[in-house]
């Protein structure tokens, strides 16, 4: 491998972790506040995806721009459904089945809605910059996913500055670390749970409308990205943001690079490989491994 | 407590009943505090201790009884409207997030919306009172000793400006020297007008710096009176002060 082929690929890896992480962090977040594995989280990124097609075809809005727009849709879908359905599940400090099951059949019923809706072909968003590179030296980088991933960035960059420096973010992180003692302070967890819930669709929401603009889509749309965050979650440990962002990364690394070693028809059974290794190795996920490393410095 | 005038009951418990799922851990517990009083709750372990403070505060429901705070029955309150009432909990095990700073953990303490306001100057008192947490305040609450822990837990606990702060097993797994150190500073909490409900084991220490207490056994009180006279009560001697 050349010195120019090797910086392509880091660069392509890099552009790719942008939408990982985005794609994830929805997912941990509801995990972490609420200990609700998020099932149904491919079908509202396929949700985000149509959203963002509709958007650009009706309204000839940018897919970019669209995809900005899906998020507060998302949210509030995410608050009606928490009110509807999920504050309804039993409050516990484990995934319970009943909150699996509610989301896999939530999959479900929105994945029939989307073949309802939207029917079975494959649709995609095609803009005049679709095709379009840039070149920066040796280096090429296709324009849309540089713009994809400068969104991307942004969302998760402002996420960060709420949850650190802002009192819900505060109450987010508490009851992530300590529900009970969230409850204590008076915090209102059902309140902070019904807007994390609307945050984490929200994202889910944001990443599909994104990935719209890089791949074509139909309403099975997602599923190979919902395995994707589960590696990225399991790497990152449960409950962090920064840690999605390093799993985002370092799946993103392998699967570029990957390609180098196995046929690219082989990236998911690269992505469910990592998985198993890092569940045998690595249960802890990379924080456990960085505070290992801070241990025996 | 018949010759106490209403208005300087500041907690009155009637006939609490709670339950773990089948499972009755209270059975009609009455208890009043006063104000300005320290009023220490001493029994031995799974007595109902910590059960009768997170129902007083709203974290474990109640099936039957009332709870009167301030004139007021909030035993249908959420706690976090019974926190901004200024009512607040030192929890058993201080449950501190461990991995926030000191002054991230104890701004929370003023998280409802009413309390924000003053959450700044309630962080420099508590730092006045806690010189230590001010040295290490941008630390994670993880890392301090178990001392230093629960004066975040308490100094947590002052964040809301309490009229009645609940404090449960504040001397448990820590240091006699230690303990020493955090009675001396729940007494001075206490001379500074704050209203004191305690849980200890510690029964020597719980019965000297309380003016009142309840002996709680197997979901019930079985003894109350003014804390000298438990202190020399034959049974509570022979029973929880070891003496033969």
Same mark, same amino acid.
């Given at each position: 491998?050349?010195?120019?082929?090797?910086?392509?690929?880091?660069?392509?890896?890099?552009?790719?972790?942008?939408?990982?992480?985005?794609?994830?962090?929805?997912?941990?977040?509801?995990?972490?506040?609420?200990?609700?594995?998020?099932?149904?989280?491919?079908?509202?990124?396929?949700?985000?995806?149509?959203?963002?097609?509709?958007?650009?075809?009706?309204?000839?809005?940018?897919?970019?721009?669209?995809?900005?727009?899906?998020?507060?849709?998302?949210?509030?879908?995410?608050?009606?459904?928490?009110?509807?359905?999920?504050?309804?599940?039993?409050?516990?400090?484990?995934?319970?089945?009943?909150?699996?099951?509610?989301?896999?059949?939530?999959?479900?019923?929105?994945?029939?809605?989307?073949?309802?809706?939207?029917?079975?072909?494959?649709?995609?968003?095609?803009?005049?910059?679709?095709?379009?590179?840039?070149?920066?030296?040796?280096?090429?980088?296709?324009? +849309?996913?540089? %713009?994809?991933? =400068? *969104?991307? #960035?942004?969302?998760? @960059?402002?996420?960060?500055? !709420? &949850?650190?420096?802002?009192?819900?973010?505060?109450?987010?992180?508490?009851?992530?670390?300590?529900?009970?003692?969230?409850?204590?302070?008076?915090?209102?967890?059902?309140?902070?749970?019904?807007?994390?819930?609307?945050?984490?669709?929200?994202?889910?929401?944001?990443?599909?409308?994104?990935?719209?603009?890089?791949?074509?889509?139909?309403?099975?749309?997602?599923?190979?990205?919902?395995?994707?965050?589960?590696?990225?979650?399991?790497?990152?440990?449960?409950?962090? +943001?920064?840690? %999605?962002?390093? =799993? *985002?990364? #370092?799946?993103?690394? @392998?699967?570029?690079?990957? !390609? &180098?070693?196995?046929?690219?028809?082989?990236?998911?059974?690269?992505?469910?490989?990592?998985?198993?290794?890092?569940?045998?190795?690595?249960?802890?996920?990379?924080?456990?491994?960085?505070?290992?490393?801070?241990?025996?410095? | 407590?018949?010759?106490?005038?209403?208005?300087?009951?500041?907690?009155?418990?009637?006939?609490?009943?709670?339950?773990?799922?089948?499972?009755?851990?209270?059975?009609?517990?009455?208890?009043?505090?006063?104000?300005?009083?320290?009023?220490?709750?001493?029994?031995?372990?799974?007595?109902?201790?910590?059960?009768?403070?997170?129902?007083?505060?709203?974290?474990?429901?109640?099936?039957?009884?009332?709870?009167?705070?301030?004139?007021?029955?909030?035993?249908?309150?959420?706690?976090?409207?019974?926190?901004?009432?200024?009512?607040?909990?030192?929890?058993?095990?201080?449950?501190?997030?461990?991995?926030?700073?000191?002054?991230?953990?104890?701004?929370?303490?003023?998280?409802?919306?009413?309390?924000?306001?003053?959450?700044?100057?309630?962080?420099?008192?508590?730092?006045?009172?806690?010189?230590?947490?001010?040295?290490?305040?941008?630390?994670?609450?993880?890392?301090?000793?178990?001392?230093?822990?629960?004066?975040?837990?308490?100094?947590?606990?002052?964040?809301?400006?309490?009229?009645?702060?609940?404090?449960?097993?504040?001397?448990?797994?820590?240091?006699?020297?230690?303990?020493?150190?955090?009675?001396?500073?729940?007494?001075?909490?206490?001379?500074?007008?704050?209203?004191?409900?305690?849980?200890?084991?510690?029964?020597?220490?719980?019965?000297?710096?309380?003016?009142?207490?309840?002996?709680?056994?197997?979901?019930?009180?079985?003894?109350?009176?003014?804390?000298?006279?438990?202190?020399?009560?034959?049974?509570?001697?022979?029973?929880?002060?070891?003496?033969?």
């Amino acid at each position: 491998m050349t010195l120019i082929e090797f910086v392509n690929l880091l660069a392509s890896a890099l552009l790719l972790a942008g939408i990982y992480a985005v794609m994830s962090v929805g997912m941990t977040v509801i995990y972490g506040v609420m200990k609700i594995v998020n099932l149904a989280h491919a079908g509202f990124m396929m949700l985000g995806a149509y959203l963002a097609l509709e958007l650009f075809e009706r309204f000839r809005i940018d897919p970019i721009l669209a995809a900005l727009l899906v998020f507060p849709v998302m949210f509030v879908v995410g608050r009606v459904l928490h009110w509807l359905l999920v504050r309804r599940l039993p409050t516990s400090d484990q995934p319970t089945l009943a909150s699996l099951l509610l989301m896999f059949g939530l999959w479900l019923v929105l994945q029939n809605l989307g073949y309802f809706i939207w029917g079975n072909a494959d649709r995609s968003i095609y803009t005049s910059h679709t095709l379009s590179l840039l070149r920066f030296g040796a280096v090429t980088i296709s324009t +849309v996913r540089l %713009v994809v991933f =400068g *969104a991307a #960035v942004a969302c998760m @960059v402002a996420l960060h500055l !709420i &949850l650190n420096h802002t009192w819900f973010g505060r109450s987010v992180r508490a009851l992530i670390q300590n529900r009970y003692a969230g409850q204590i302070v008076g915090v209102d967890d059902q309140k902070t749970a019904s807007i994390t819930f609307g945050l984490g669709i929200g994202f889910a929401g944001l990443a599909g409308a994104l990935l719209a603009s890089l791949y074509s889509f139909n309403p099975d749309f997602g599923r190979p990205f919902l395995i994707r965050a589960f590696v990225i979650i399991v790497l990152g440990g449960l409950e962090s +943001v920064s840690g %999605v962002a390093i =799993g *985002a990364f #370092v799946l993103a690394f @392998v699967e570029t690079f990957g !390609i &180098l070693f196995v046929p690219a028809g082989y990236q998911l059974a690269l992505s469910y490989g990592l998985l198993v290794v890092v569940l045998i190795f690595l249960p802890g996920g990379v924080a456990a491994l960085t505070a290992k490393v801070r241990r025996l410095a | 407590m018949s010759n106490i005038s209403e208005s300087s009951i500041l907690l009155s418990v009637q006939n609490l009943e709670v339950s773990y799922g089948p499972v009755q851990v209270l059975w009609g517990v009455t208890l009043s505090v006063r104000k300005g009083h320290v009023v220490s709750i001493i029994g031995s372990n799974g007595a109902g201790k910590s059960t009768t403070l997170n129902a007083i505060l709203g974290v474990r429901k109640v099936g039957r009884g009332q709870i009167v705070f301030k004139q007021e029955d909030i035993v249908r309150q959420p706690p976090h409207e019974r926190v901004k009432r200024h009512m607040t909990l030192v929890p058993e095990g201080r449950q501190l997030w461990p991995k926030m700073t000191v002054e991230d953990n104890l701004l929370m303490g003023a998280f409802p919306s009413t309390l924000r306001k003053d959450a700044v100057p309630n962080l420099s008192r508590v730092y006045d009172i806690f010189p230590r947490l001010k040295e290490r305040r941008s630390q994670l609450a993880g890392t301090l000793s178990g001392g230093e822990q629960q004066m975040c837990a308490i100094g947590r606990g002052l964040m809301a400006e309490p009229e009645l702060l609940m404090l449960d097993e504040p001397s448990l797994g820590l240091a006699p020297k230690i303990v020493d150190e955090i009675f001396e500073f729940v007494r001075n909490i206490s001379r500074e007008g704050v209203t004191i409900l305690m849980v200890a084991q510690n029964v020597n220490y719980a019965l000297r710096i309380s003016q009142y207490a309840y002996l709680m056994e197997t979901g019930k009180i079985t003894l109350d009176g003014p804390s000298e006279k438990l202190l020399a009560d034959d049974y509570v001697q022979e029973a929880y002060l070891g003496s033969t």
